[in-house]
T-cell receptor, first 110, second 112 residues
Framework: EDQVTQSPEALRLQEGESSSLNCSYT??????LFWYRQDPGKGPEFLFT???AGEEKEKERLKATLTKKESFLHITAPKPEDSATYLC???????????FGQGTELSVKP | EPEVTQTPSHQVTQMGQEVILRCVPI?????FYWYRQILGQKVEFLVS????????KSEIFDDQFSVERPDGSNFTLKIRSTKLEDSAMYFC??????????FGPGTRLTVL
């Protein structure tokens, strides 16, 4: 069964304190690993898609990396506006649905 | 960035009543999805829709649920007889031929 586990569940950082979020996955035939940002009461906002081990994508202070079993979302010198829940999802070989993890709730204090 | 819109933003209903949630997808997007998120839980897949028919559905999507494109543009999710456990955020998502799914802002459904 396809499964996604994210850690930690919650992360508190000081502004400027870099860190990483983890996403471990098991999936039959990975057809994409996706990172989304979700603000309270809002829909997930697309950030990145990764397809193969070794691939990296960057956007502002965020960098996503992928191995055969996990993905990391690195946050460099975060700002308070980076506070949100970060969701990881995978798409397997069976159809187009996304399987989501529980998310990591990130709080960045000034 | 392209936008998916959903109406209403919040729906309150009595148990046993029918509700219809609406989504206006991004033009030219071919694949449509409904997901739900119960408060504090994961985003869960409900159903996917392509070429005017259901292409995949989850165990959650039972006979109480249905989807339609009533006028070729809007995309609706109907729950025939709501239960307390249907209370959740419902998200519509679209994608084109690439893999990214773009989500709408959601409809918060509260069943009393």
């Amino acid at each position: 069964e396809d499964q996604v586990t994210q850690s930690p569940e919650a992360l508190r950082l000081q502004e400027g304190e870099s860190s990483s979020l983890n996403c471990s996955y098991t999936v039959s035939g990975l057809r994409g690993l996706f990172w989304y940002r979700q603000d309270p009461g809002k829909g997930p906002e697309f950030l990145f898609t990764l397809y193969s081990a070794g691939e990296e994508k960057e956007k502002e202070r965020l960098k996503a990396t992928l191995t055969k079993k996990e993905s990391f979302l690195h946050i460099t010198a975060p700002k308070p506006e980076d506070s949100a829940t970060y969701l990881c999802a995978v798409r397997g070989e069976q159809g187009g649905k996304l399987i989501f993890g529980q998310g990591t709730e990130l709080s960045v204090k000034p | 960035e392209p936008e998916v819109t959903q109406t209403p933003s919040h729906q309150v209903t009595q148990m046993g009543q029918e509700v219809i949630l609406r989504c206006v997808p991004i033009s030219n997007h071919l694949y449509f999805y409904w997901y739900r998120q119960i408060l504090g839980q994961k985003v869960e897949f409900l159903v996917s829709f392509y070429n005017n028919e259901i292409s995949e559905k989850s165990e959650i999507f039972d006979d109480q649920f249905s989807v339609e494109r009533p006028d070729g543009s809007n995309f609706t999710l109907k729950i025939r007889s709501t239960k307390l456990e249907d209370s959740a955020m419902y998200f519509c998502a679209n994608r084109v031929l690439s893999d990214e799914q773009f989500f709408g802002p959601g409809t918060r459904l509260t069943v009393l």
